[in-house]
């Protein structure tokens, strides 16, 4: 999950800063081009979320690799002596 959630955060985080900058040039991303009356506020909102989604996945990923307290270990079950012949 965090592994996804990393690749959309990096995703949006290029495409709203990068909007920012290819507007100083007059260009667009296609994938964004519906938005370019947006700008930059749009730009600045996506690459936000993206750096947001960037930072849940490494809190994700790091609550998952901490370490646990041990658990008690199950009383072992009392080992059971095989009868020896001739005894009751």
Do not use: N
Request: hydrophobic share 50%.
């Amino acid at each position: 999950m965090s592994s996804i959630m990393m690749r959309i955060g990096v995703l949006f985080t290029v495409l709203g800063f990068g909007t920012l900058i290819l507007e100083q040039f007059d260009y667009e991303f296609r994938i964004l081009a519906w938005a370019s009356d947006m700008q930059p506020a749009f730009g600045l909102v996506l690459g936000l979320a993206g750096l947001a989604l960037i930072g849940g996945s490494v809190l994700v990923g790091r609550a998952k690799a901490a370490p646990r307290p041990p658990q008690q270990a199950p009383a072992a079950p009392q080992q059971q002596y095989p009868q020896q012949p001739g005894q009751g």
